[in-house]
């Protein structure tokens, strides 16, 4: 119909419809004949036939230009009241927070484990269990594992017991985005329950080459934009899974270090990315922000154990973890609370080059190069040993070099 469609809009067009009609081969008529009556029952005029190009253009949403040299849709205008009396549906979310519907681009460096945690993802919203520690929607979900064999992906998911769910559904092979993939997206929709999650394991595999004539901006965004207005359409989310620059993005968007153009983050509805050292033992940051969500910087580490990601909490939370696991295990700590628990009178006196050989001998190490190093670093752990070992500190000010280190339940001895 599209084709037809514009041929009428030709600049050469005749005025009448019916002498557009008497003009084309026979093929063309039942073409636009069976679209208008099958659309447009009951909205176009019976003597349509014989209507004016322009009155039917109105008809169908269309405008001619005024110089009859190309036509457009014309846009519905309303008011401001018109939008706030209507009773529209929130987003649906497949991850509570962090995975609304629509496209999702899912960056993360090569051999970091991308499609395990695409395959706990779909695990997740298939069985309703929780994702890297946030809420899901069950739903069905289907894995488009287009890089893996029948062996790896039975192997990855008895590794991480992947529920054996009708829920989760996979493919090895899709048709390509301008070649089918959302009309074989839609089929699998309408064949289930509730559709909820689709991911695709790489988004590279579906993507087809440049035509040459578009930026990659151009033409990532012409891609991907209909990707996106599908999932909205049909409520369900759809996570494309991408690779990292080898090279650092720019400097303070880690979002720059995504493989590609900005056209992918500019038509997706979210983006995810994880960022870190090489290795997969590594903690790393990941990151995820869009239109219906709070920015989020959690920190994550693959466990091996489990083959799963693990959140290790945001990124404040996580280095406040981390500081209070490193004190926990902290030489300093170890021997003061020897030396106030076994020098008698629950309390130690000294200067901090005792307590720097002291150190040296009751743990073997050098926590710093010199007591000069140690009474600088030391006073960074005084609120963490009054909080976890009721430990309190106090100068001597009659003899500056001196320190006292005591319980708190003889503070006031």
Known sequence: MSEAFRAIQHPHTPDSVSQWLNQQNMPDFPTLASYLKRNHAGIIPVNWNGASTD?????LGYKITADRKGFYTRPQIATAATLMQKKLTPPKFAVEGLLSAGLCIFSAPSKTGKSWLALDLCNSIATGTPFMGYQVNQGDALYLALEDSEYGLQNRMKKTNCASSACLQYAFSAPSINSGLTEFLDEWCNSVNTPRLIVIDVLQCVKPAGNGRQTAYEFDYSLYLPLNAFALKR???????THNRKTNGLAGDDFEAISGSVGQMASAQTTWIIRGKQGQSEEKTFKAKGREIREVEDVVRFDPDTCRWVNMGNVESAAAHSA?????????????????????????????ADLFEAIAEKT???PFNTPTDLSNGIRTIFPLLQQHDGILHKKDSNHGKYHKFYRDRLQGA
């Open 55 to 59: 009155d039917l253009a109105s008809i």
């Open 235 to 241: 409520g369900i989310s759809i996570v494309g899974i």
């Open 324 to 352: 209070v696991t490193a004190y926990l295990n902290s030489p300093i700590r170890k021997t003061l609370i020897d030396l106030v628990d076994n020098s008698g009178g629950g309390s130690w006196y000294g200067t901090y």
């Open 364 to 366: 073997g190490k050098y």
